[in-house]
């Protein structure tokens, strides 16, 4: 079980250069869960592709459904309170801070591209390639 950023998840669902790291975190560890908010940051994500022309509208549509599919029975609301006090303390977005929270109430790592979450919180944020590594090892 892991908490995956939205990235990761855009990364599995998108065909991109990254698409088979991601899918080799999905291989490792099937299991992916997120707060809520993925939904709104994975449309932008979706709509910036639109833009560029990398995605049809019909494309991102298809995508988005096939990713509410996959994670919908897999959303955890952290306390947005503690979200805000933690985003305060580390001086990270809030909506980062419910992905490290949510990873910290379920007791797993939030696997994210993200170089500052991972700097900030060692024993909870960890990079793709460092979790396919590291349960290699296993």
């Not at 250069?17 to 993925?38: G, M």
């Not at 709509?47 to 022309?53: D, L």
């Not at 305060?88 to 910290?104: E, G, M, N, S, W």
Request: hydrophobic share 45%; aromatic share 8%; glycine share 2%.
């Amino acid at each position: 079980m892991i908490v995956a950023d939205t990235n990761l998840i855009a990364y599995r669902l998108i065909d991109g250069e990254q698409t088979e790291l991601a899918l080799a975190v999905s291989s490792k560890d099937p299991e992916w869960f997120v707060p809520p908010l993925w939904r709104h940051e994975f449309l932008s994500v979706l709509s910036v592709h639109c833009r560029h022309g990398n995605l049809t509208e019909k494309e991102c549509l298809f995508i988005y459904e096939r990713a509410v599919l996959l994670l919908q029975h897999r959303e955890h609301q952290p306390n947005l309170s503690e979200a805000l006090s933690l985003a305060l303390k580390k001086k990270i977005t809030p909506y980062d801070a419910q992905f490290v929270l949510l990873a910290r109430q379920l007791g797993t790592s939030l696997v994210t591209y993200d170089h500052e979450l991972i700097q900030k919180f060692p024993g909870i944020a960890v990079s793709p390639r460092s979790f396919i590594e590291r349960m290699a090892s296993r």
